[in-house]
């Protein structure tokens, strides 16, 4: 069963042309399926108006740039080119809308980009609170979530009421319970649950019906639980940096390969971008907005009005996944994270948290070398494990 899982979770990743969003369309006369782009939109309106939400991320490197490169200096990160590559072979030529959520300044463009290339598709860019007021915050996001939801049930031609907002909360509720206990036993138990196919788990997430995944995931844990492995001298590392472009697959089966157990990462971070359930009491579009502002997740792309607490954000994630050192693993170009990086590279080496880091991007093609850092890295956390007993 397990296999299986797997198996179906990678047919999904590996395919570029979406053939489960068309089925479902199929299967659904009337139905609308909206994209969303990283890291993070609140896929509940969109499944509350009828839509499928499919999260789009770049082709990787399975995926040939011709178009894409016409848009997009060289000096700009892969993803907005793949994907535009994906727009312009009309990969994406079935979705109804288009949500660009505030992520950084390439992602906004390229919500300009989409408006003037596909006129005809509802295109939106989701400004986020940039305050440290909790109440201020919620104001703000509450209105800007009730102008999306009346914008997109004009798309689809259904405005959900509160019970159906409810009902679609409920049902994200319970995707993040079984994402957390996803986590969590890959945390307690990492070489029974192999961050390649967690990976796989939860890009799949991105392009099928969320109770569908919720049934996938349930027998994938199930099936782990069923076949216990045997426990590897592997180290324990947290992977930071790659919440947005996605690495190529390649990539987190080299640094497994290479004597790493990956117990934390911000791979596919929309999935658990709110930490906590959101309420199903009061007001549905407040209690979204107040889970957004409220989330414990300390990310590049949410705005911290404590300059300092990036110094402990390393700190408190390895703590918490029981980690021994941190692989900061960020795309080429990628502002929010590069930037971001040396304060928290000087947080986690203040923590006595030894580091090391390196630039990908999500077609990338040769692994040798990350794998060598990656192992010599790997060798020398139990050096340091081992001089410090």
Known sequence: MRSAVVEWARELY????????????????????????????????????????????????????IR??????????????????????????MLSAVLFPSTCDVIRNLSGIWKLLYPDVYVRYIDVPQVSDPETATTFYEAEL???MRDLGEVSGHVPDD??????????????????????TRRERPWDLPTEELYLLLRACEVVPVDEFIVQARRYLAAVDSDRRRPRDNSRVVVAGAFCEQPPLGLIKSIERAGCYVVDDDFVLGTRFLTADVSLA????H????????????????????????????????????????????????????LDQPMLRKGAEAAGLPCIAFKYSENTGQFQQFREQAGTFADSLKLWNAGAE
């Open 146 to 148: 009730r102008h999306v």
């Open 163 to 184: 019970a159906e907002l409810f009902q679609s909360i409920a049902v994200y509720n319970e995707m993040r319970t079984v994402v957390r206990e996803l986590y969590a």
């Open 14 to 65: 590996e395919d570029l042309d979406f053939s489960a969003v068309h089925r479902w369309l199929n299967d659904n006369p009337g139905s609308k399926a909206a994209g969303y782009l990283p890291v993070y939109v609140p896929r509940e309106i969109l499944h509350a108006c009828g839509f499928l939400p499919v999260g789009i991320h770049g082709g990787g490197d399975r995926l040939e740039i």
């Open 282 to 285: 009061g007001d549905p579009v």
């Open 287 to 338: 209690a979204l907005a107040d889970a957004f502002v409220q989330t414990e997740l300390r990310t590049s792309v949410l705005y911290e009005g404590d300059s300092l607490r990036k110094r402990r954000v390393m700190k408190e994630r390895a703590e918490a996944a029981g980690a021994e050192g941190v692989i900061f693993a960020a795309p080429s170009f990628c502002d929010p994270a590069l």
């Open 68 to 93: 894409g490169d016409a848009f997009y200096q060289s000096y700009i990160c892969h993803l907005p080119r793949s994907i535009i590559e994906l727009a312009q072979s009309g990969r994406l030529d």
